[in-house]
T-cell receptor, first 114, second 112 residues
């Protein structure tokens, strides 16, 4: 298996632009997670899905952030409009049959908002 | 919420054992202790987890104190590839929804 796939690996955009991050979980996994990592705040859980349904989005910082999972093999995290403080590494992870089972992380997307 | 306390950094020499401590004095009776690590420029990866008994796998061992207020991740022979940030994590939240909450972790440096 190729593992969790994220795209793009790097994104540089200007303030006010829309940014879309993409994730393909490991085939067969039924949980998908979006995390954000910054030096100041460390690694934070933004939202997670179970069987394509959002379960807990309490970590989403504000309405500018939205996440979707239209099917079991694809998820997006969208920021609109983007701001410089959104600059971070965004990780997607997936797991099988439980949030507390081993989570497999993707390589991350490094987002820079100028 | 149960919290963990880890040293900010530790240093080890290659091929020597490493003991990474974690304090969790407010752990509840049903909380599992999970360890993840994050190598430079990579996403975190699972290392090991346990509840009460000591656990072993191909990567490491987890020693859990009898009162469960602390635990130690043991790397039996550190290699340069083990240089990473190690996170000790407890279950966070209540009800049926639990979060994997990462703290600051311990930055492990392995000297050749």
């Amino acid at each position: 298996d190729a593992g969790v796939i994220q795209s793009p690996r790097h994104e540089v955009t200007e303030m006010g632009q829309e940014v879309t991050l993409r994730c393909k979980p490991i085939s067969g996994h039924d949980y998908l997670f979006w995390y954000r990592q910054t030096m100041m705040r460390g690694l934070e859980l933004l939202i997670y899905f179970n069987n394509n349904v959002p379960i807990d989005d309490s970590g989403m910082p504000e309405d500018r952030f939205s996440a979707k999972m239209p099917n079991a093999s694809f998820s997006t995290l969208k920021i609109q409009p983007s701001e410089p403080r959104d600059s971070a590494v965004y990780f997607c992870a997936s797991s099988f049959q439980g949030i507390w089972n081993e989570q497999f992380f993707g390589p991350g997307t490094r987002l820079t908002v100028l | 919420d149960a919290k963990t306390t880890q040293p900010n950094s530790m240093e080890s020499n290659e091929e020597e054992p490493v003991h990474l401590p974690c304090n969790h004095s407010t752990i509840s009776g049903t909380d599992y202790i999970h360890w993840y690590r994050q190598l430079p420029s990579q996403g975190p990866e699972y290392v090991i987890h346990g509840l009460t008994s000591n656990v072993n796998n191909r990567m490491a061992s987890l020693a859990i104190a009898e009162d469960r207020k602390s635990s130690t991740l043991i790397l039996h022979r550190a290699t340069l590839r083990d240089a990473a940030v190690y996170y000790c994590i407890l279950r966070d939240g209540g009800g049926s929804n639990y979060k994997l909450t990462f703290g600051k972790g311990t930055l492990l440096t392995v000297n050749p």
